[in-house]
């Protein structure tokens, strides 16, 4: 079947500091993947997306490269900030399903 | 051009009560999808239906759960006899094509608590 497995959280960083969230999957076709952003009592936002193989996602200093090889979609961004601190969500579609299949989430929270 | 709007934010019922989500999807969108978050959890698929229709109910309970969107007016998700493990976050997204998950635009979402 499909499925995401992403890094336990919670995480926890100072401001400027480097963020790496891991995210793996399973898929039995050719997906899409995707970084979701949820901030405290909203709906996920999009952050980023990569559509194929070696395509880099990025938005916000957020960047995340499609790794074929080694099936992974990780979030990186290099200096964080006290506003990053949400829920992220890796998440994966299979071509011609309206289906997203959701990793656990992982909290980060940076501090000042 | 308004966002994915769910009614209400916050929901409470007790045990056995019935419990009614609405969600209005963005303007120009016919398509919804129902989206559940269990505490601590990743959100799980429900439902997609676009006007008139249920096309994917693979993620329904069996019991106690339906959905519809009608020609006019919001998606709904009822839930009946409520049980305390259906409290949980209740997304809706929206998108103006089918399959076109790039495009799949998320609510603030209903919390409902079942007490």
């Known amino acids: 079947g499909n499925s995401v497995t992403q890094m336990e959280g919670p995480v926890t960083l100072s401001e400027e500091a480097f963020l790496t969230i891991n995210c793996t999957y399973t898929?039995?076709?050719?997906?899409?993947l995707f970084w979701y952003v949820q901030y405290p009592g909203e709906g996920l936002q999009l952050l980023l997306k990569?559509?194929?193989?070696?395509d880099k996602g990025s938005n916000k200093g957020f960047e995340a490269t499609y790794r074929k090889e080694t099936t992974s979609f990780h979030l990186e961004k290099g200096s964080v900030q006290v506003s990053d601190s949400a829920v992220y969500f890796c998440?994966?579609?299979?071509?011609?399903?309206?289906?997203?299949?959701f990793g656990k989430g992982t909290k980060l929270t940076v501090n000042p | 051009n308004a966002g994915v709007m769910q009614n209400p934010r916050h929901l409470v019922r007790r045990r056995g009560q019935e419990a009614r989500l609405r969600c209005s999807p963005m303007?120009?969108?016919?398509?919804v999808y129902w989206y559940r978050q269990l505490p601590e959890e990743g959100l799980k698929f429900m439902v997609y239906?676009?006007?008139?229709?249920?096309?994917?109910e693979s993620g329904m309970p069996k019991e106690r759960f339906s959905a519809e969107f009608p020609k006019e007016g919001p998606s709904i998700l009822r839930i009946q006899q409520v049980v305390r493990g259906d409290s949980a976050a209740y997304f809706c997204?929206?998108?103006?094509?089918?399959?076109?998950?790039?495009?799949?635009?998320f609510g603030p979402g209903t919390r409902l608590t079942v007490l």
């Open positions: 998440a994966l579609s299979i071509g011609g399903s309206e289906k997203l299949v």
């Open positions: 990569a559509t194929k193989a070696d």
């Open positions: 997204a929206s998108s103006p094509r089918r399959g076109d998950t790039d495009t799949q635009y």
């Open positions: 239906l676009q006007k008139e229709n249920i096309i994917d």
């Open positions: 303007k120009g969108h016919s398509h």
């Open positions: 898929a039995t076709g050719y997906p899409s």
